[in-house]
């Protein structure tokens, strides 16, 4: 299997090609990697400069969709020149610009072949739409204060220096709050309760995003806008599978720690997909992929399982052999 691989944030495809050394061992032979760099230079996850000295990449700096959209048209012109490939592997951004891909795919060619057969992905992250007016009627639903809280939040997070005591406060506030039981499908949005609740999802969800990325990364997007004056263009096109009927349809393995901070925005990611095309694997880690050796096991097992799927489908598409 002929497999296209993107590493996350602040990583290089060559680290996650050592990231994911005992995973593709244990999975086996007869596949072929194409690991590549981040279209964006940036600074090391932190700790990372310990061990390796750079250079360091990333796929969008914010939750931008014009980001999104350039890496989308990267991997594209990559797939005409070096592909088909069967498979994709991702890990974190990585992971999250791959379901934006297979989410869009559904989006404008839902009768084409997807462009790739299975999927394995570690910790995906918020999907971001590459089209600044996704889902504007739902965005357009959220009371002013809710969006200048995200934005609060998302400034909160922009440096690891003057803004640590935001960010702790912060955090308290957040694990104070009452969860929020945001809908699961359209036909909830009717009740101003279930929309007021799917904002505060994803006003929460990218808000924390940004404290918790702080921490790994030092510093978030500095041209998020301050307050929700100008409007809703600037804030992040989440997909979010209670404002869209579409579902990646391929066979995919979701592996994530179950201590990892970014937990909250893998559950939403993978409620994208139809429930029967997952295997959702916990490892005993946190942001990061499996480390020891029954979980490295678990997380191959859910692999195979994808990429036997991809296999014996009965699908009506055809794929490259």
Same mark, same amino acid.
């Given at each position: 299997? @002929?497999? &296209?691989?993107?590493?996350?944030?602040?990583?290089?495809? @060559?680290?996650?090609? $050592?990231?994911?050394?005992?995973?593709?061992? /244990?999975?086996?032979?007869?596949?072929?990697?194409?690991? /590549?760099?981040?279209?964006?230079?940036?600074?090391? +996850?932190?700790?990372?400069?310990?061990?390796?000295?750079?250079?360091?990449? %990333?796929?969008?700096?914010? &939750?931008?969709?014009?980001?999104? &959209?350039?890496?989308?048209?990267?991997?594209?012109? $990559?797939?005409? #020149?070096?592909?088909?490939? #069967?498979?994709?592997?991702?890990?974190?951004?990585?992971?999250?610009? &791959?379901?934006?891909?297979? /989410?869009?795919?559904?989006? #404008?060619?839902?009768?084409?072949?997807? *462009?790739? %057969?299975?999927?394995?992905?570690?910790?995906?992250?918020?999907?971001?739409?590459?089209? !600044?007016?996704?889902?504007?009627?739902?965005?357009?639903?959220?009371?002013?204060?809710?969006?200048?809280?995200?934005?609060?939040?998302?400034?909160?997070?922009?440096?690891?220096?003057?803004?640590?005591?935001?960010?702790?406060?912060?955090?308290?506030?957040?694990?104070?709050? =009452?969860?929020? @039981?945001? *809908?699961?499908?359209? $036909?909830?949005?009717?009740?101003?309760?279930?929309?007021?609740?799917?904002?505060?999802?994803?006003?929460?969800?990218?808000?924390?995003?940004?404290?918790?990325?702080?921490?790994?990364?030092?510093?978030?997007?500095?041209?998020?806008?301050?307050?929700?004056?100008?409007?809703?263009?600037?804030?992040?096109?989440?997909?979010? !599978?209670?404002?869209?009927?579409?579902?990646?349809?391929?066979?995919?393995?979701?592996?994530?720690?179950?201590?990892?901070?970014?937990?909250?925005?893998?559950?939403?990611?993978? =409620? /994208?997909?139809?429930?029967?095309?997952?295997?959702?694997?916990?490892?005993?880690?946190?942001?990061?992929? *499996?480390?020891?050796?029954?979980? $490295?096991?678990?997380? +191959?097992?859910?692999?195979?399982?994808?990429?036997?799927?991809?296999?014996?489908?009965?699908?009506?598409?055809?794929?490259?052999?």
């Amino acid at each position: 299997m @002929k497999i &296209l691989c993107l590493h996350g944030n602040g990583m290089s495809g @060559k680290l996650f090609e $050592v990231q994911t050394a005992a995973f593709r061992r /244990l999975l086996g032979d007869g596949h072929e990697y194409t690991f /590549l760099d981040g279209l964006l230079d940036s600074n090391c +996850v932190i700790g990372l400069e310990k061990v390796s000295s750079g250079p360091y990449f %990333r796929w969008n700096v914010e &939750l931008t969709s014009a980001e999104i &959209l350039a890496a989308q048209e990267y991997i594209q012109a $990559v797939i005409e #020149d070096e592909g088909p490939f #069967d498979g994709v592997m991702g890990f974190s951004q990585g992971s999250a610009l &791959l379901a934006s891909i297979l /989410l869009q795919h559904e989006i #404008d060619n839902p009768k084409k072949p997807p *462009p790739f %057969r299975f999927a394995i992905l570690f910790s995906c992250f918020l999907v971001v739409s590459s089209d !600044p007016k996704f889902a504007q009627k739902y965005y357009e639903i959220g009371a002013k204060d809710h969006v200048d809280s995200a934005l609060q939040g998302l400034h909160a997070g922009e440096s690891s220096g003057d803004a640590k005591a935001k960010t702790d406060e912060a955090e308290k506030n957040e694990e104070k709050k =009452k969860e929020v @039981k945001a *809908p699961t499908h359209k $036909v909830e949005l009717i009740r101003k309760s279930k929309r007021a609740a799917l904002v505060e999802e994803i006003v929460d969800a990218v808000a924390s995003s940004a404290r918790t990325g702080a921490k790994f990364h030092g510093s978030v997007g500095h041209h998020i806008p301050e307050d929700a004056s100008g409007g809703l263009d600037g804030f992040p096109r989440i997909y979010h !599978p209670a404002i869209m009927s579409e579902r990646i349809q391929i066979p995919t393995a979701h592996i994530v720690g179950r201590n990892d901070p970014f937990l909250k925005q893998t559950a939403i990611a993978k =409620k /994208l997909w139809e429930k029967k095309n997952i295997r959702y694997v916990e490892h005993a880690g946190e942001h990061d992929t *499996p480390r020891s050796a029954i979980d $490295v096991k678990s997380a +191959v097992a859910a692999a195979q399982w994808a990429i036997q799927q991809a296999e014996t489908s009965q699908s009506r598409w055809h794929f490259h052999k």
